[in-house]
């Protein structure tokens, strides 16, 4: 953006805004006032009109009592789903129940339903001029009709079988009588309609059972001289007797076939497991004898004894050998047991099949027999079918007749509906409510006042105001510091400073680092040396290290006579090693295992880092066990801690070829902390010294990182050839505290180790990639 545009943009003030309605209070304040006056006096004025509701339900009204015993026992259930209901609103609403409502209340003579009553001198001119139509034109049934139309609501209740109607008028007690007569006329209506159906149903009925009961007689006449000609006796299952036989012969015959088709099929395939000496156990005769499953769960326990065996005894011992002897005689046993099974169920075949053939023989005596006499049934059937069929007819018609015959006698056919709740005269009119239109006026002015407000405010630009970028203020310069390293309680000119940072390679060190004590320490040996030794001053700088910013590089003048200035590295303060001193320990004593302790946290545990890298870089088996919790010591090995590790060891997810992972930057392998469920894990803690004497086995030494671990965390890590190792930083309290519990708990040979000035090495291993 340029700064032309920058300057020329606007933005809103809110805050100008938003005063301009508290500047003009008085003006909206007049103008609710004047609206909420016209809203309350047009209210106070308007013609009062008053809602009544009358609920008609749609329910069947017959009785248990009064219902017919042939009807469907669902008849109590309600007649009528959503859609008759709607059909019924319709019907309610119609012309013809509207118009015998008006004739019976007589509400043509009513100014309110019939406009040419009464009619003003307004209305008369607009119609003299053509501006409105004449009302006298239309019928006075269709004035009536419509007004009524305007003035009724039919609804159905929703989920309900209630149907409402609503009418509203300027006569509280018309409002009232209307929806009640409507909804008689309604229920008198449909009364009306079932009387007619009754009556045509029963002049229907009376000739037609004439005719039915004079062709009953005749079809059962038939169906006996046919069944005296025939001679068939009939069985107990409303059929003949040869055919029943035949129906048991055949029921039998079938089963027989199926029992020796299964005994022939099962002798087949055990004798087939027996020829090919295949396993019998998925033949279900095999399996239930008691004897093969004894057999059985002795050889389960044989098999499970070689098992035991061979995993410490060679396969030609007198024990193994014995074993599998013994397995061989169970099977033996299990076949000869298997083949007199085998035997039994061929027995069982033959049996079969020689009740087969003399079911067959009867069979085909009983087919003959059977053949005649279905033929003859047939016909029989036939005359049966009509008499049947002609007498259900006529059972109908009569139950039905006489149904309708009683209740056209005694007028009564109940309506499947009724008035649920009739309407009551209203009290209060529903239109106009004076409270919520003033106070929906008021709010409605309010509102409109206030945008009014705004809108003139903001197109009159008096709410815009410059846009942030339009000035540009000067930037003050910022002077960085020179990258150099500074003690903290140290001070270095600028001149010094600047020349640490292009020569720190040049600078020598004094050696300060102590060995380790052999005897135990006590705490009064943590105490902090109070003063640093001075070095000797540093050398001027080279030509080739003499920077400018105007020219090209130029000879440094000599310097004259620079006042000492104090540069001091990291120095022994507590007895601690780096960590060269440390591998060349580890070396040196063959320990198999180190612990660190990293009280100050995830920093401090570089030193076991560093020190594995030193071990494996000599040559031996290092493995770095992570036991911290945010794996401060696998990920730098690894760039990630995605990997499994110990806990996924611990919750049996893993084994340990999945777990151990090559360092990335030397030789040194690591078991990160994982990614199963740290509590799972934990549950299986027991594991450790476990695992660690297979990893002490498998490697010259393991180095552990357990991170700010207290003495009763690491004493499970332990065991022959342990050297337990405290990381640290900086010698402040924290540490020297967790050195003095230590000792106090039981490593009275502690050795403090430091990161700090270590260097790793120049050239990393070939086929990796730099740490840095």
């Given at each position: 953006m340029s700064v032309q545009s920058a300057a020329a943009d606007v933005d809103v003030d809110l805050r100008q805004l938003f005063a301009s309605l508290g500047r003009n209070w008085l003006r909206i304040l007049v103008f609710v006032l004047v609206v909420t006056g016209l809203a309350f006096v047009a209210a106070s004025f308007a013609t009062?009109?008053?809602?009544?509701?009358?609920?008609?339900?749609?329910?069947?009204?017959?009785?248990?009592?009064?219902?017919?015993?042939?009807?469907?026992?669902?008849?109590d259930k309600p007649i009528l789903d959503e859609q008759g209901v709607a059909t019924q609103v319709q019907i309610i609403s119609s012309n013809e129940i509207l118009k015998q409502v008006a004739q019976k209340l007589g509400l043509s003579r009513?100014?309110?339903?019939?406009?040419?009553?009464?009619?003003?001198?307004?209305?008369?001119?607009?119609?003299?001029?053509?501006?409105?139509?004449?009302?006298?034109?239309?019928?006075?049934?269709?004035?009536?009709?419509?007004?009524?139309?305007?003035?009724?609501?039919?609804?159905g209740v929703e989920k309900t079988r209630i149907i409402a109607i609503e009418f509203s008028s300027e006569d509280p007690k018309l409002a009232a009588a209307i929806p009640d007569a409507i909804a008689a006329a309604y229920i008198a209506g449909q009364g009306a309609a079932k009387s007619e159906s009754n009556t045509a149903a029963a002049d229907f009925l009376a000739p037609e059972i004439a005719d039915l009961s004079k062709q009953v007689r005749d079809a059962e006449a038939k169906v006996a001289a046919y069944r005296s000609q025939s001679d068939l006796l009939m069985g107990g299952n409303n059929s003949t007797l040869a055919t029943q036989q035949l129906a048991e012969l055949s029921t039998e015959l079938s089963r027989v076939r199926a029992n020796r088709a299964a005994a022939e099929g099962t002798a087949e395939s055990v004798r087939k497991a027996l020829q090919n000496g295949g396993s019998l156990d998925s033949l279900p005769e095999v399996l239930?004898?008691?004897?093969?499953?004894?057999l059985r769960e002795r050889q389960v326990e044989l098999r499970a004894n070689i098992a035991d065996l061979?995993?410490?005894?060679?396969?030609?011992?007198?024990?193994?050998?014995?074993?599998?002897?013994?397995l061989a005689d169970l099977d033996a046993q299990i076949r000869s047991e298997a083949q007199k099974i085998m035997k039994g169920l061929a027995m069982q075949a033959d049996a079969a099949k020689a009740r087969e053939s003399q079911l067959v023989a009867d069979v085909n005596t009983l087919k003959a027999a059977s053949a005649q006499a279905g033929e003859q049934q047939v016909g029989l059937d036939a005359l049966q079918r009509d008499a049947a069929a002609k007498r259900q007819q006529l059972e109908l018609y009569l139950t039905n007749y006489r149904e309708a015959a009683s209740r056209q006698d005694r007028n009564y056919i109940p309506v499947d509906a009724r008035i649920a709740s009739p309407a009551s005269v209203p009290a209060e009119p529903y239109f106009p409510k004076v409270g919520p239109i003033v106070g929906a006026a008021a709010a409605a002015s309010l509102l409109l006042a206030a945008v009014f407000t705004l809108l003139r405010e903001l197109f009159s630009g008096r709410a815009m105001r410059p846009a942030r970028g339009a000035r540009f203020e000067p930037i003050d310069e910022v002077t960085m510091p020179p990258a150099a390293y500074q003690e903290p309680s140290t001070r270095l000119e600028p001149a010094v400073a600047t020349e640490r940072a292009t020569r720190t390679a040049d600078v020598s060190w004094p050696e300060t680092v102590t060995e380790t004590p052999a005897q135990p320490r006590s705490a009064a040996e943590f105490e902090p040396v109070a003063k640093a030794e001075p070095i000797?001053?540093?050398?001027?700088?080279?030509?080739?290290?003499?920077?400018?910013?105007?020219?090209?590089?130029?000879?440094?003048?000599?310097?004259?006579?620079?006042?000492?200035?104090?540069?001091?590295?990291?120095?022994?303060?507590?007895?601690?090693?780096?960590?060269?001193?440390?591998?060349?320990?580890?070396?040196?004593?063959?320990?198999?295992?180190?612990?660190?302790?990293?009280?100050?946290?995830?920093?401090?545990a570089a030193s076991a880092i560093l020190v594995a890298r030193e071990v494996s870089d000599a040559g031996l088996r290092?493995?770095?066990?992570?036991?911290?919790?945010?794996g401060a010591a696998s990920r730098p090995m690894l760039d990630s801690g995605l990997f499994p590790g110990i806990t996924n060891l611990l919750a049996s997810q893993a084994q340990f070829s999945d777990v151990i992972h090559g360092d990335l930057y030397s030789d040194c392998h690591v078991i990160p902390v994982g990614t199963a469920d740290p509590i799972r894990a934990m549950r299986a803690a027991d594991r450790l010294p476990i695992i660690m004497q297979s990893l002490t086995t498998a490697y010259d030494l393991v180095v552990v990182e357990c991170g700010p671990a207290d003495a009763q965390g690491i004493s499970r890590l332990g065991g022959e050839a342990t050297e337990v190792f405290l990381s640290m930083l900086e010698a402040d309290d924290e540490v020297t505290q967790a050195a003095v519990k230590l000792i106090e708990s039981g490593y009275p040979d502690l050795t403090l180790v430091t990161p700090l000035g270590h260097e790793p090495p120049g050239n990393p291993v070939p086929g990796r990639r730099s740490a840095a």
């Open positions: 009062r009109h008053y809602k009544a509701q009358t609920q008609v339900e749609i329910a069947p009204r017959e009785s248990v009592y009064t219902r017919p015993a042939s009807s469907n026992p669902d008849s009513l100014a309110e339903f019939d406009e040419t009553i009464n009619m003003s001198s307004l209305s008369r001119v607009l119609i003299l001029l053509g501006l409105k139509n004449d009302p006298m034109d239309v019928p006075a049934d269709e004035r009536v009709l419509k007004k009524m139309r305007e003035k009724l609501n039919v609804y239930s004898s008691d004897l093969i499953q004894r061979s995993t410490t005894l060679l396969d030609n011992h007198p024990r193994v050998r014995a074993a599998k002897s013994q000797a001053e540093p050398e001027p700088l080279a030509k080739s290290e003499s920077l400018t910013k105007s020219g090209p590089v130029a000879e440094p003048e000599p310097m004259a006579e620079p006042e000492p200035v104090e540069v001091r590295r990291p120095r022994s303060v507590l007895g601690e090693i780096d960590v060269e001193k440390a591998a060349e320990k580890l070396i040196a004593s063959g320990a198999a295992r180190a612990i660190f302790v990293s009280p100050e946290g995830d920093e401090a290092v493995l770095l066990l992570d036991l911290t919790a945010s």
